[in-house]
């Protein structure tokens, strides 16, 4: 079974452009949720998405935004980019139920630098 | 508000040393616990996790955790360390309440293994 992938892999932008950031989940899996991760602030999470709908969200500004559609798949955008959002984006899925406590699958995360 | 200690930053040990790596949390009640493992440019891997029942939870790659409720903690233990094992480990908490999808993560352990 393949696992979460993530597209792409690395990534370039400059300050105050947007970026998308797409995720795959294990075929199956309808929850996805979304981590940052940087060197100072550790693993972070920016929201969950089940079915289509966004259900829990971190503590990160408006400019953080994501998506899942019909098929599972997510993305998530970042507008009007800052130096500080240069960060490793995980993607993770988990379960058919998406229930509190089913194991979340990692993929290989985006590596987004902001210059 | 759920959340996790990893006392230890940066570990390092012999190839043949026993492991073992801390992990404190705050909850209100049991949580969901895990540890993961992260090479360097890589996401995250499942070790272990915790649930319920038996708290010596055996993993992957010849590690186990014991849940201690007394303590509050989770440490992730092995008895012979190879070299292979060098990476950031991770210990997380998952609510036991809702439906949503969300880990809280410590701020990591890097181990060094030595030959």
């Known amino acids: 079974k393949a696992g979460v992938t993530q597209t792409p892999r690395y990534l370039i932008k400059t300050r105050g452009q947007q970026v998308t950031l797409s995720c795959s989940p294990i075929?199956?899996?309808?929850?996805v949720s979304w981590y940052q991760q940087t060197p100072g602030q550790g693993l972070q999470f920016l929201f969950e998405?089940?079915?289509?709908?966004?259900?829990n969200k971190g503590n990160f500004p408006g400019r953080f935004s994501g998506r899942q559609f019909s098929n599972s798949r997510s993305e998530m955008n970042v507008s009007t980019l800052e130096l500080g959002d240069s960060a490793l984006y995980l993607c993770?899925?988990?379960?058919?139920?998406?229930?509190?406590?089913?194991?979340?699958?990692f993929g290989p995360g985006t590596r987004l630098l902001v210059l | 508000a759920q959340s996790v200690t990893q006392p230890d930053i940066h570990i390092t040990v012999s190839e043949g040393a026993s492991l073992e790596l801390r992990c404190n949390y705050s909850y209100g009640a049991t949580p969901y616990l895990f540890w993961y493992v992260q090479s360097p440019g890589q996401g995250l891997q499942l070790l272990l996790k915790?649930?319920?029942?038996?708290?010596l939870v055996q993993g992957i790659k010849g590690f186990e955790a014991e849940f201690k409720r007394s303590q509050s903690s989770f440490n992730l233990r092995k008895p012979s360390v190879h070299w292979s094992d060098a990476a950031e480990y991770f210990c997380a908490v998952g609510s036991r309440t809702g439906t949503a999808s969300k880990l809280t993560f410590g701020t990591g352990t890097r181990l060094q293994v030595t030959l």
């Open positions: 915790y649930f319920s029942g038996d708290t």
């Open positions: 993770a899925s988990s379960g058919k139920q998406g229930a509190s406590g089913e194991t979340q699958y």
């Open positions: 998405y089940f079915s289509e709908t966004q259900r």
């Open positions: 075929s199956g899996h309808r929850s």
